[in-house]
């Protein structure tokens, strides 16, 4: 069984900045590709950045030079840094994970953390 478990959300003032976490734990053979999404009320969830092989990553055109997503390979965790951060990301924010396991591969979610932007 695989877990993900997401932290770091909360409340911030527009300018502000929040680092997210996100640890897998389980029966892990290899991660291949960890990411963020979002979903924002009344919105469909969106990809936010994602990180593939390790290194290559991937920024929604929204979040790009505000938000930094980074991985610790050895604690199986991935973080997304967001600063200068505007009311409009405001959102549920999703970890996602494409994980081998024994028995094959297949994504994984976290339970979602709220961010929220406001004044």
């Known amino acids: 069984q695989v877990q993900l478990v997401e932290s770091g959300g909360g409340l911030v003032q527009p300018g502000g900045t929040l680092r997210l976490s996100c640890a897998a734990s389980?029966?892990?053979?290899?991660?291949?590709?960890m990411g963020w999404y979002r979903q924002a009320p009344g919105k469909e969830r969106e990809v936010v950045a994602y990180?593939?092989?390790?290194?290559?990553?991937n920024y929604a055109d929204s979040v790009k030079g505000r938000f930094t997503i980074s991985r610790d390979n050895a604690k199986n965790t991935v973080y997304l840094q967001m600063n200068s951060l505007k009311p409009e990301d405001t959102a549920v924010y999703y970890c996602?994970?494409?994980?081998?396991?024994?028995?094959?591969?297949?994504?994984?979610w976290g339970q979602g953390t709220q961010v929220t932007v406001s004044s």
């Open positions: 996602n994970a494409r994980i081998s396991v024994f028995i094959g591969t297949a994504d994984y």
């Open positions: 990180m593939r092989d390790g290194a290559t990553t």
């Open positions: 389980g029966s892990i053979l290899s991660i291949n590709a």
